[in-house]
Each structure stands twice: as C-alpha cells, then as structure tokens.
C-alpha cells in the first residue's frame, strides 16, 4: 500500500513539471521581441521601436493650381499654304507626296491642261495682231509726214497698236497665271511649291483629272513646321486659372523624358458643348522639326493665383489598391493608415493634398518602408 502511494506522488510530481516546462516555453515564446504589433482595429498599428521610422510633419504652402490638359501637336495655320491649279486638266507626273518636304520653286506635279493651251494660243495671235498693227503704225506714220495721211487716221492706227500690245500684255498674264511660260509654249503646266515646308495634306494622285480654280479641296497643303501648336482642352471648371501669355509645360509621349516650354496664345470664346472644354491654342518652336503633327501631348498650366495648400513629401504617400495612403501618429507607439487625396506634385518633391490630414499632425517620412517592414505583418 505504501510502494502504491509514493508510485502516484512520484507521478504527480512528473505531471507538474511537465505541465511547468510547458508553460515555461509558453512564456519564453510570447516574450521572443518584435518590432511590431497589430491592433484589433483595422489600420491601426502598434510599433515596438517607432524610432526606427523618421517623422514629418504636415505642412502648408502657398502654390498655384496645376492644371493638365490633353491635347496634340498641330500645324500653324498662318504658316500653311493651300496648293492648287487655276487651270484644269489632267496629272501627268507626280512629283511630291504627303510627307516630303519640298523647297520653294520646286515642281509638285505635272499637269496637261487645255487652259494652258488655250492661253497659249490666245497669246501668239496676240503677238501677231501686235506685230501687224505695229506695222500698220510705221506706214502710217511716214504718209503722215509727207503729208499723205489725215492726224485723225493716224491717231486711229496709233490707238489699234496700243490696243494690241495691251493684248499680248494680257494674253501673256494670263499664261503665266496658269503656271505656263510665254517663252517655251505648250499645254504642260508645272505645278511648283509656293514655299518651303512639309506636305501635310495631299488630295491627288497620278493621272487624276484637275479642276480649275473652284477645286475643292486643295491638291496640296504645305506647312512650315520651324513652329507648331499644341491644341488642347481645358474644361469649364478650370478656365479662370488660364490666361493668354502664361507660360505652359508640354511632355510628348514620343519623348518621354523632354518637357518643352510654350506660352498660351488663345483660348477659344466657344465650349465644346459635348466635354464643356475650351480649345487653349500653345506655340512651341520647332527649329529641329522633331514636333510632327497628330503627336499625344500633356500640356501642364500653373495659376497666376497662389492658394494655400497642405503638403506632405511625396515619400510619405502610399500607392495601395488605387488609393493614397499615409500613416499617421497616433500616440507614442501607435500609427493609423489613412486615405489621402493628392492634387498634384510640386517642384521640389512635395505632394499637395486635401485636407486629409491636418498641419502639424505627423506622418512616417518614407510609408513604402514603414508598410513593407511593419504594417505588411498585420491586416
């Protein structure tokens, strides 16, 4: 009976210090340091060591509104010019096409036209009535001066003369008008470049038919792009904080890391009563010509007007399931993850934002940080 009692002290003993060595692991385990302890409360997180995370405070400035708007790279009108025939026929030779650029003087397009033949024709008989009636003159002249002719008759043959040369002064005008040359006659007209510049519309091609001076459209459009527009939409809304002679930033997605500097020239006095935007009109200079029309450009525009604004480091924000987030202090150990909307970035790498947060709260200085190492541990 006595070996039976110590044999179950003996077991007790051995259930009690297997029951203390686990609780003593227990411990050990929960007391194991971490730098970080997630609340109960969704977003909110307690740090063991916040001074790992430098703080900033939030701030407020005096900026202007930035505005970007969308729009395109476009030729200036005042610098294009529309190419057509005064005389009808028919295209011969093509010598130009959409995309070349062309030089002044410089032959577009042959053209066989029956105008020009006409004129041809009308020119020569002018010619010869002049040379008929300049003789007329002479023969007349020299029995006026041995008396054998009336001063009334001669002043009529002198009048026939100087309406002859005024003939062939017209005839040969109207030649050259049709792009012909009174010294080498034909039908054959050499449709030449007004100016220098890029063809930036073509509405013909080889053995087309031609119509006069009421063709409708052009045959050519030459552009000279040593300066081009960006044409872009500003919506209603944001009007007020745009004026002529303000200074704009344009990025082009065909050069991604060129920003170029224009002035605003015009802003349309009608709406666009589908987006209720106004076309704003910016000049760019394009002496290298890599500006071509139909390019995607982002025009940026900053206020005259300076509004006061709350800032944080564009570090301190957090790009998360298309929202902005920054984590702001809540006590000496605890942070709370906060939705933030940015307005825009300033030069000097800070991001304005509404009033999300207020000034002189404190937010973590580097949030990327902060959630990779301490708040991707919690939910």
């Known amino acids: 009976m006595k070996g039976k009692v110590v044999r179950r002290c003996a077991a007790i003993s051995a259930a009690l210090f297997l029951i203390f060595l686990a609780a003593s692991c227990s411990n ?18 307690d740090a063991e060591h916040p001074e790992l995370f430098k703080l900033v405070k939030v701030e407020t400035r005096d900026l202007p509104v930035v505005l970007n708007a969308n729009g395109s790279v476009t030729p200036d009108v005042n610098r294009n010019i529309h190419v057509t025939s005064l005389g009808s026929g028919r295209v011969v030779e093509l010598r130009a096409r959409l995309g070349d650029y062309v030089k002044k003087g410089q032959t577009l397009l042959v053209i066989s036209s029956p105008d020009l033949a006409s004129a041809t024709s009308d020119y020569q008989k002018a010619r010869a009535d002049e040379g008929l009636a300049r003789k007329a003159l002479d023969r007349a002249q020299l029995l006026y001066d041995r008396g054998a002719l009336a001063q009334k008759e001669l002043e009529a043959t002198q009048n026939a003369a100087d309406k002859a040369k005024v003939d062939v002064q017209t005839a040969e005008q109207h030649v050259r008008v049709l792009g012909g040359d009174p010294t080498h006659p034909g039908a054959l007209i050499d449709l030449r470049a007004p100016v220098s510049g890029t063809i930036v519309e073509q509405n013909v ?13 052009s045959l050519f459009t030459i552009a000279d792009l040593s300066q081009v527009w960006v044409l872009c939409d500003v919506y209603e809304s944001d009007l007020s904080e745009v004026h002529i002679g303000d200074s704009a930033e344009i990025k082009l997605n065909a050069y991604p890391g060129k920003t170029l500097k224009g002035k605003v020239a015009d802003i349309s006095r009608v709406l666009d ?6 076309k704003v009109r910016i000049v760019l200079a394009n002496p290298e010509g890599f500006l071509r029309p139909g390019m995607y450009a ?7 007007k300076l509004w006061t604004r709350t800032v944080v480091p564009s570090t301190a924000i957090m790009r998360l399931q298309d929202k902005d987030w920054v984590f702001r202090k809540e006590g000496p150990k605890r942070f709370r993850r906060v939705e933030v909307h940015a307005l825009g970035a300033a030069p000097d790498g800070v ?4 009033d999300d947060v207020k000034p002189g709260e404190e937010v973590i200085a580097n949030a990327l940080a902060f959630s990779t190492e301490v708040a991707g541990r919690g939910k």
Do not use: C, M
């Open 28 to 45: 050990d385990t929960k007391a194991a340091p971490t730098k970080t302890e997630v609340t109960l409360e969704p977003g909110v997180y």
């Open 205 to 217: 091609a080889g053995f087309e038919g031609v119509k006069s001076i009421d063709n409708t459209p």
């Open 273 to 278: 009563p589908t987006t209720r935007s106004a």
């Open 298 to 304: 982002v025009a940026t525009f900053r206020s005259r």
């Open 351 to 354: 991001q304005e934002l509404q």
